[in-house]
Structure formats: C-alpha cells, structure tokens
C-alpha cells in the first residue's frame, strides 16, 4: 500500500464545474488498488509544504481568481516551485491553468500575475470560448483522446517551455487559433477541459496517480488497471455530443 499525498489549493475559490470531482476520482482510483489518497486543503492565506506529491488548482470566475492570484505568490509560490522541481505533479484546470502560467488578463484589463510553472499567457477576448472540447492528447509518448467542457474568456499562448497536451480535435483549446490545448512543463499539467476532467479521462487520472506515486517511492509504478466500462462509456458520450468521429 502507498500514501500519495495531495495538496489541494483554494477548494473554497476555484471549484467552478464540480473541481472537488477531480479530487474524488483520484481518491477512488487509489482505494481500488488498495493504495490511499491524502489530502490538504489550503486556502488564502495558508501556507503549504514543498513535500506533497500532487498539487491541484482548479478554475474560478475572474473575480475568484483575483483573490487567489494575490494570494499564491504570498503563500504557496516558493513551495509550489520546490515541489514541482522535486518532481512532484501538478494539475491546474482553467483558471488555475492561467494562474500556474505567467498570468491572466481579465476582460476588465486588469492583470493577475501567475506563477511561471508553465511558460504560458493568458488575455481575456471580446468573447467567451465554451462548448463541448474534445482533444488528442500526447503525453511521454502515448496518445489518448481526452474529452470535456470549456467556458473562459482567457487566450492562452505558450512560449517553448509549454509543449500543449493536446492538439483541439472539436472546440476552441488554448485559444482558438492555433490547434493547441492545454500546457505541459514536465509533470506540470494545465488545461481548459473542466467536466470535471478526470471521470470521463481515465487514461488522464492514472497518468497523474502514476506520476504521484513514482513521486512518494521515488521508483517506476505500474498501475493495476481497472474495470473502466462506465469511464468509457461516459468519454465516448462526450466524443459522439461534440460530434466527432470515432
Ligand atoms: N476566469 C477565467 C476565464 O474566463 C477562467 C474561467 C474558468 O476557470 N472557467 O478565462
């Protein structure tokens, strides 16, 4: 049995689209493998430890996010940037995609300066890109279609420390221009896909999990797989509602 050790920031700000469902799933996926998911919670003003495995920050409205992108320098910035070159993993969604890049641009003007973990930026548009997004994900070398929802004004651009995770097969991504979606900087994940994002990605889940585990042993972990019949039925749903070809 493992312990992967999850810090979960701003629970209270950035939970737009169910964020607490991605927390769940982690916590699900770990019991069934008889491994167990310990989390923190941390709010404004919280400090954090660099030594968890796992960080998560999830996505808010702008005036959510304003609160939380005068926090995170304060209070979680220093450990965050140990952590993550310690190995550890990050999931950012959305709003907090934005903030773990260099920063946000809100519709009004104002700027929310992120963290710098992913070489991404973000400027809010005239316009709100939402619907049904569904990508072809690529990471260490394998690729899976991942699917969701998107709402945000924000566009984001990566600079050539970001790779995206994925390329847009149906929807808008990083801001509908240039294909990508999402951004990756090691084990530093951002995306737009809320839904939440990991009971329908499966594939996703298990990546993050793997990558927290091989962070608590410090050696490679190979995942028991899972009976995944829901899972899959409920990602090839969300495939066929966008519209996209199997
Ligand atoms: N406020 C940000 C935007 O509109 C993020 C929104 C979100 O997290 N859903 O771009």
Redesign the pocket.
């Known amino acids: 049995m493992a312990v992967l050790r999850v810090c979960h920031l701003y629970p209270g700000e950035l939970n ?2 169910a964020d607490r469902g991605n927390i769940a799933v982690l916590r699900r996926r770990c019991e069934w493998r008889g491994h167990r998911l310990e989390v923190l919670e941390a709010g404004i003003g919280d400090p954090i430890p660099a030594d968890h495995d796992l960080y998560y920050l999830g ?4 005036r959510d ?1 304003l609160v939380v992108a005068e926090d995170l320098p304060a209070t979680k910035a220093a450990a965050l940037r140990s952590a993550m070159a310690d190995g550890a993993v990050l999931l950012a ?3 907090g995609f ?1 903030l773990a890049g260099h920063g ?1 641009t809100a519709v009004d003007g104002s700027r929310m300066p992120g963290i710098g973990l992913l070489d991404a930026d ?1 400027v ?1 548009g005239p316009t ?1 890109l939402i619907g049904d997004l569904v990508i072809e994900a690529e990471l260490e070398g394998e690729r899976h279609r991942v699917v969701g929802f998107e ?4 566009r984001t651009t990566l600079g050539p420390g970001s790779v995206p995770l994925g390329r847009v097969s149906s929807g808008h991504g990083n801001n509908g221009a240039d294909g990508g979606e999402g951004a990756v900087t090691g084990r530093a994940i951002g995306t737009y896909l ?1 839904g939440p994002l990991l009971p329908k990605n499966p594939w996703l889940a298990d990546t993050v999990i793997r990558w927290g585990l091989e962070h608590a042993g410090g050696a490679p972990v190979r995942l028991d797989p899972l009976e995944d019949h829901l899972e899959e039925s409920a990602h090839a749903a969300a495939v066929a509602r966008a519209g996209v070809r199997r």
Do not use: L
């Not at 709402?151 to 924000?154: E, L, R």
């Open positions: 737009i689209y996505g808010g409205q702008d996010q969604v959305c709003g934005q946000y973000t809010a709100r709402n945000h004004a924000g809320h």
